[in-house]
C-alpha cells in the first residue's frame, strides 16, 4: 500500500469530486490500495468526512500549515492535483515537488512543467476526473521516480525572487501592498504576507492596505457582498488615499482589487507620485466565471462586452444580471490600467492574455513567478 497526498481547497473546480468518485470506484472492486491523506477546506468537506467515516485508508486533516502537513510527507509518494480549471501557477504542484513528490494531474497552464508525462491525467481513458485518476493510480508504482527537485529550487527559490524584486524596484524602498483582504484566507493573501516578510527582511519598508476576512460563513458573505460593492467603493479610495498621503508609499503595489476595492482606489491613486504596479493573480480579470476556465481558448479577447458575454455558460436571469454587473466594473477597472507602470504576472503564458484582454501595452507586462514558501 502507498500514500496520496492532497493538500488545497476542497472544491470541485480542484478536483476534489474526481477524488470522491475514484475512491469510491476502488471501494467498489473491495480494496482500496492507498492511503489518503487530506488536508484543506471547502464546499465538499462535508463529502470528505463521509468518506474518512466509511473507509479507514481515507485520513482528513482539515485546514493545517504547511509545517503540520509535512509530518505526513513521509508517508506519501504521490500528490494528488487533479485541478479541472486553469491554474495561474502551480505553486502547490511545485511545493510539492520539493517535497520529493510526483504530482499526479492535468498538464495545462501552469502545471505544464510540474506534471509527468507518465503521470498526466490527459492520457488515461474516462470521461471524467474521478475515472482518469482511477485508470491512472491503479497502474502506478509504489516507487515512483526520483525527482530532480533541485531544479525547482534554483528557479523559484526565494533568492530568485529577490534578485527579480530588486530589479523591478531599483531604488524604491517604500512598498504598500494592496488587496482586497489582508487575512490569510486564500492563495493571495499568504502571498502578500511572505513578500512583506521577505522584503523587510531585504531592508525595505512595507505595509499592508486591506481589509480584514473571516473564515467559513461570514468570510463567504463578506466576499459575495465585495463583489458588489467593489463597483462603486469609494470608502476604500479615500481611505487608500489618506494612508498614501500619509506614508508616501515609493510603490502602490496592487494584488487583487476585485473581490472588494474594485476600481476606485485606482483611480484614487492616479496623481500620486508613487509608481504603480498590478499583479494579476487569477482569471478573473479575464473571463466571467474563472473557475470553470480549463483552457486558454474559452477567453475571448479583447475584454469588451460582446466578447465578455460570448464567454457566458448560463441563460439564468439572475446570473445574466449579476454578469452585466462584473462587466461594468471590469470595464471601469480597464480605465484605469492604463495609467498603471507595471503589468505583473505569474506566469509567462499570462502575458499574451494580459495584453490582448486589455490592450496593454508588451512592454509593461512582466513576469513575476512565485517563489517556493517555507
Known amino acids: 500500500m502507498f500514500g496520496l497526498l492532497y493538500f488545497w481547497r476542497l472544491d470541485k473546480e480542484k478536483g476534489v469530486d474526481g477524488i470522491i468518485d475514484m475512491v469510491r470506484l476502488f471501494a467498489k472492486e473491495g480494496k482500496i490500495p492507498f492511503e489518503l491523506f487530506i488536508f484543506g477546506s471547502g464546499s465538499l468537506e462535508s463529502e470528505i468526512l463521509e468518506l474518512t467515516a466509511t473507509y479507514k485508508e481515507i485520513h482528513f486533516f482539515g485546514w493545517k500549515s ?3 502537513i509535512q509530518r505526513y510527507v513521509q508517508n506519501c509518494q504521490y500528490c494528488l492535483m487533479p485541478s479541472t480549471f486553469l491554474e495561474t501557477f502551480g505553486l502547490s504542484a511545485l511545493t510539492a515537488l520539493t517535497w520529493w513528490l510526483p504530482v499526479i494531474g492535468y498538464k495545462k497552464g501552469w502545471l505544464i512543467p510540474f506534471v509527468e508525462d507518465t503521470l498526466d ?3 488515461q481513458p474516462g470521461k471524467n476526473v474521478g475515472k482518469h485518476l482511477y485508470s ?3 497502474n502506478i508504482t509504489n516507487t515512483p521516480a526520483i525527482i530532480d527537485w533541485k ?6 527559490s526565494k533568492e530568485a525572487w529577490v534578485k527579480n524584486i530588486h530589479q523591478l524596484l531599483g531604488d524604491k524602498k517604500k512598498i504598500l501592498l494592496v488587496s482586497d483582504f489582508i487575512s490569510k484566507v486564500g492563495g493571495i493573501e499568504t502571498y502578500i504576507h511572505d513578500v512583506k516578510k521577505i522584503l523587510e527582511d531585504e531592508w525595505y519598508e512595507v505595509e499592508l492596505f486591506g481589509t480584514t476576512l473571516a473564515h467559513w460563513f461570514w468570510g463567504k458573505t463578506k466576499k459575495l457582498l465585495g463583489i458588489g460593492l467593489g463597483v462603486f467603493n469609494i470608502y476604500e479610495a479615500l481611505r487608500l488615499r489618506k494612508v498614501c498621503n500619509a506614508w508616501q508609499p515609493e510603490v502602490i503595489w496592487f494584488n487583487s482589487t476585485l473581490r472588494r476595492l474594485g476600481w476606485m482606489p485606482l483611480w484614487s491613486t492616479r496623481k500620486s507620485k508613487s509608481e504603480r504596479w498590478m499583479m494579476y493573480h487569477d482569471f478573473g480579470y ?3 466565471y474563472p473557475s ?5 481558448q474559452q477567453i475571448k479577447t479583447p475584454m ?3 466578447h465578455f458575454f460570448a464567454m457566458n455558460t448560463s441563460k439564468n436571469p439572475i446570473r445574466l444580471l449579476l454578469l452585466l454587473w462584473k462587466y461594468i466594473a471590469l470595464s471601469l477597472l480597464k480605465k484605469q490600467l492604463k495609467y498603471i507602470d507595471k503589468h505583473l504576472v505569474p506566469s509567462d503564458f499570462m502575458k499574451n492574455i494580459t495584453h490582448k484582454s486589455y490592450t496593454i501595452s508588451d512592454k509593461k507586462i ?3 513567478a512565485h517563489f517556493l514558501q517555507d
Open 66 to 68: 504547511r509545517e503540520e
Open 121 to 123: 491525467l490527459w492520457t
Open 136 to 138: 491512472l493510480i491503479k
Open 151 to 156: 531544479k525547482w529550487e534554483n528557479l523559484y
Open 286 to 288: 479575464f473571463y466571467p
Open 292 to 296: 470553470q476556465l480549463t483552457d486558454i
Open 304 to 306: 469588451n462586452i460582446k
Open 366 to 368: 512582466q513576469t513575476l
